[in-house]
């Protein structure tokens, strides 16, 4: 796995990504919400602050692939 392919710490509300196979699952509270089968170079999961996160990057030989994820707070 390449060391751009990180994940922030576990806690509530946060995008996790598992890869396995060239197919990446998003998961939010350990419900699969996405599922990605690709060729892809690297992933990387944004995260840092409250207005800057939950943003997946998908890097291929051809593009560059972006996944927001919205977050509801009450």
Same mark, same amino acid.
């Given at each position: 796995?390449?060391?751009?392919?990180?994940?922030?710490?576990?806690?509530?509300? /946060?995008? =996790?990504?598992?890869?396995?196979? #060239?197919k %990446? !699952?998003?998961?939010?509270n350990?419900?699969?919400?996405?599922?990605?089968?690709?060729?892809?170079?690297?992933?990387?999961?944004?995260?840092? /602050?409250? =207005?800057?996160?939950?943003?997946? #990057?998908? %890097? !291929?030989?051809?593009?560059?692939?972006?996944?927001l994820?919205?977050?509801?707070?009450?």
């Amino acid at each position: 796995m390449s060391e751009l392919n990180q994940q922030p710490p576990f806690s509530l509300n /946060t995008i =996790y990504i598992k890869e396995k196979h #060239h197919k %990446l !699952t998003a998961q939010l509270n350990d419900q699969p919400i996405l599922q990605i089968k690709m060729d892809f170079t690297k992933w990387r999961v944004y995260d840092r /602050t409250l =207005y800057y996160r939950n943003q997946l #990057h998908v %890097l !291929t030989n051809n593009a560059c692939i972006l996944y927001l994820f919205t977050e509801l707070i009450h």
